[in-house]
């Protein structure tokens, strides 16, 4: 899916007709012949001279990408960009279409959150909360354990293992600036046997112990 922002500062998903956009359907959803831009691992649409011809200013948008951009802004995941654009770099492998479209919502909401409450802030307030925030992404286990993931689950096991004695048991990760967690149970558990897999080929079987009951009932 897509995600569509409007001047009105309206938010909403998109699906394509088939499983990646045609740039006829592009061209629809910003009522021209689109621009692309680049930004991290999306791209971000908007109309081609919609500045020239006056559209007004994109205010959510230009405010999360900090650049000015006019008209309705499709984010779209490399992966659903049109086939012949041949756009998918090596590093958008390691996200899928759902990752890529959850992290944006999540920081999107942040920020946005962030912006509203800082503007009633003093500015000790401000330095209070920015000290204390933290950025939140989901997490959808992937089919393939290459060596980022590796290092993830290595970082992660300390907190996933902690979970177990709080309420919140969908935290992978955590640490002063981050939090990375699970949408459901289900991804939870896969992402459990896919660290117990990992860590059996590294011969740790005392975190594989630690991590299998995790998976118990009264842990589930």
């Known amino acids: 899916m897509a995600i569509k922002i409007t001047i009105d500062a309206i938010v909403k998903t998109v699906q394509p007709e088939k499983q990646q956009f045609s740039l006829d359907e592009l061209n629809n959803h910003v009522d021209g ?4 831009l680049k930004i991290g691992p999306i791209w971000v649409m908007y109309r081609e001279k919609s500045k020239e011809d006056g559209e007004p200013l994109n205010q959510v948008a230009s405010f999360f990408f900090d650049v000015a951009i006019h008209g309705t802004v499709l984010v779209v995941p490399p992966q659903q960009m049109p086939t012949e654009w041949e756009l998918m770099d090596d590093i958008d492998l390691r996200y899928s279409s759902d990752q890529v479209d959850t992290g944006f919502l999540s920081a999107l909401q942040a920020a946005l959150i962030q912006h509203r409450v800082f503007n009633s802030l003093t500015d000790t307030e401000m330095k209070s909360m920015m000290k204390n925030h933290k950025e939140e992404w989901a997490y959808k286990p992937s089919e393939e354990l290459d060596d ?14 902690a979970q177990q004695k709080t309420d919140d048991d969908t935290v992978l990760f955590e640490d002063e600036n981050i939090i990375v967690r699970t949408l459901n149970k289900e991804d939870r558990l896969k992402t459990i046997d896919q660290m117990i897999a990992y860590f059996i080929e590294e011969e740790e079987y005392e975190k594989c112990a630690a991590l299998q009951k995790l998976k118990e009932p009264e842990n589930c």
């Open 148 to 161: 980022d993931l590796r290092e993830f689950f290595k970082r992660a096991y300390k907190s996933i293992v």
């Open 33 to 36: 012949w689109v621009e692309p």
